[in-house]
């Protein structure tokens, strides 16, 4: 383990005193807080997973995230490609119930790779409603789109822009918005030596100020009496509270909303801030902007280390009033620089061919037009060279849409293939011949691994069930099941529960 930073030491030590450094160092070193959620997404619960769920993270809803506490390989388990759990650090659990998104809203996640706080709103907003996942590194970007797939979510655009480019499609738009921002990540250090090695103190209003501009970018596509929650992995208050502090003086119209999280520990009050901005040359930039006083940041919360109940996180909600004011700003240098555009998909409402090979594809696969089907239907098709979308909604950025919607099938060499997405949507119920293995079947390994198995059926399409939760596509073909599980997700799972 990498030796924590002597500024960061004395940072925290001005900020939260010796008592709070002590408490930290001890839970320092101990193992650090691991967690998962569960998809609410695909169904009832796996019975295997019963004695797994003892000990909930106590800011999320019931079924929704559980401490892990076993030494358990949860990610080897074939439950994991099912997408019926995330595994995530339980404080990075807290800014979804804080903006707590309902169905039927329009709600952005403008910083979301890889995706735990995307797949978190998506589930409670039972897919129904516009999200918008937005993440400028395309590299990131890919694993985005990868986790919303396997976790069954159905109302998503994924986009890889710069914020002030999605600014541009969606001004005044959005019910809410989470900005879950680039830090230095100090509320990491126990889990990741990595944060620990590439701390720097001379870095911290370099990240304030990307934040800074990130957020303001956000609150322009805030529709009046929306909200936005502003989370970071870090501790200190010159990302946090000054970086608040900033966005309030610039967007008069825009409040701080207070937050209940159990265990939380209440941000710095005003007066705290002052005195602190005699001590570090940051916060007395932004204190001496201020002719009022300053807002109040005590509204704003941290989940510490030291409390024992996870890693670090702080988390901001605000309100907007009336209209935001609008300042252009570049948000990234991601913007600087004119990215390729091989990840647009096509608007425009061609694709008519597809759309026939997909009805037809439909009618002989799936039993429940009624219900999922018809659901699909009736949204807009949308058409890129190789990929029909079931789209999520209009308008859309010009470019740069990796995801319009969910990807329905595939179209290589003349040939049609279902989209490994559209398998990790279905339920059993949905398909006219599922293939179903218990929890603990080796079929399951086979599978998974890229082997063909033999089982009995109709010649034709089908997906493969662990249980109910679907794990992807395969061909029947006298009674042979040819493997059309994604080539670059097989690799050996085990049964680790
Ligand atoms: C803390 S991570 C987000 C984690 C994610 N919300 C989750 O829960 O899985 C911050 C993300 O912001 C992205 N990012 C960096 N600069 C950005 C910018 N200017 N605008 C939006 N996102 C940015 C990073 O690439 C990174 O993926």
């Avoid at 936005?228 to 870090?234: A, G």
């Avoid at 005003?270 to 005590?298: D, G, M, N, W, Y």
């Avoid at 219900?371 to 890129?384: E, N």
């Amino acid at each position: 383990m990498f030796a924590l930073p002597k500024e960061f030491e004395s940072l925290f030590l001005h900020c939260f005193g010796q008592e709070a450094w002590n408490e930290y160092l001890e839970q320092f070193h101990k193992p650090p807080a691991k967690g998962f959620r569960v998809s609410t997404l695909k169904g009832a619960i796996p019975s295997v997973i019963n004695p797994l769920l003892a000990d909930p993270v106590p800011w999320t809803k019931e079924m929704e995230g559980f401490y892990i506490h076993q030494d358990l390989h949860l990610g080897r388990d074939p439950l994991h490609a099912t997408g019926y759990y995330y595994l995530q650090e339980p404080s990075a659990m807290a800014p979804v119930p804080v903006l707590a998104p309902v169905p039927g809203e329009r709600v952005l996640d403008l910083c979301a790779a890889p995706g735990g706080k995307t797949t978190q709103i998506a589930q409670r907003m039972r897919n129904e409603g516009i999200l918008i996942a937005n993440e400028p590194n395309r590299e990131r970007c890919a694993i985005l789109a990868e986790n919303l797939e396997r976790l069954g979510v159905t109302n998503a655009t994924v986009t890889q822009l710069d914020p002030d480019e999605l600014r541009d499609t969606y001004p005044a738009y959005f019910d809410a918005i989470l900005v879950d921002a680039p830090c230095s990540g100090e509320g990491m250090f126990r889990k990741d030596d990595d944060a620990i090695r590439m701390w720097q103190r001379e870095q911290l209003s370099a990240y304030a100020l990307r934040q800074s501009s990130i957020l303001h970018a956000a609150i322009a596509m805030l529709r009046p009496g929306g909200r936005l929650v502003y989370s970071t992995c870090t501790l200190n208050p010159i990302e946090n509270e000054a970086v608040c502090a900033t966005l309030l003086r610039d967007q008069p119209t825009l409040s701080l909303s207070p937050i209940q999280l159990p265990g939380a520990r209440a941000g710095l009050t005003a007066e705290r801030f002052t005195k602190l901005a005699k001590l570090i040359p940051e916060l007395q930039a932004v204190a001496s902007s201020f002719s009022e006083p300053l807002p109040a940041l005590e509204r704003t919360i941290r989940i510490m280390p030291q409390a024992g109940y996870a890693e670090g996180h702080f988390v901001a909600k605000f309100a907007l009033d009336g209209n935001p004011s609008y300042q252009k700003t570049n948000t990234t240098g991601y913007s600087q620089k004119k990215r390729g555009n091989s990840l647009r998909a096509s608007r425009m409402p061609s694709g008519f061919a597809q759309q026939k090979q997909f009805a037809a594809f439909a009618n002989e696969t799936f039993v429940d037009h009624v219900t999922w089907i018809d659901d699909l239907y009736r949204r807009d098709f949308i058409s890129s060279p190789n990929v029909l979308f079931a789209a999520s909604h209009r308008p859309l950025p010009s470019r740069n849409v990796l995801r319009p919607g969910l990807p329905l099938l595939e179209t290589k060499h003349h040939h049609i293939t279902p989209h490994h997405a559209l398998a990790l949507a279905a339920k059993p119920e949905n398909l006219r011949a599922p293939v179903c293995f218990s929890y603990g079947d080796t079929r399951i390994i086979a599978y998974l691994s890229g082997e063909v198995i033999s089982q009995e059926g109709p010649d034709g399409w089908t997906v493969v069930f662990l249980e109910h939760l679907p794990l992807g596509w395969v061909k029947r073909v006298k009674n042979q099941l040819k493997n059309h599980y994604p080539k670059g997700l097989r690799r050996a799972y085990s049964f680790e529960i």
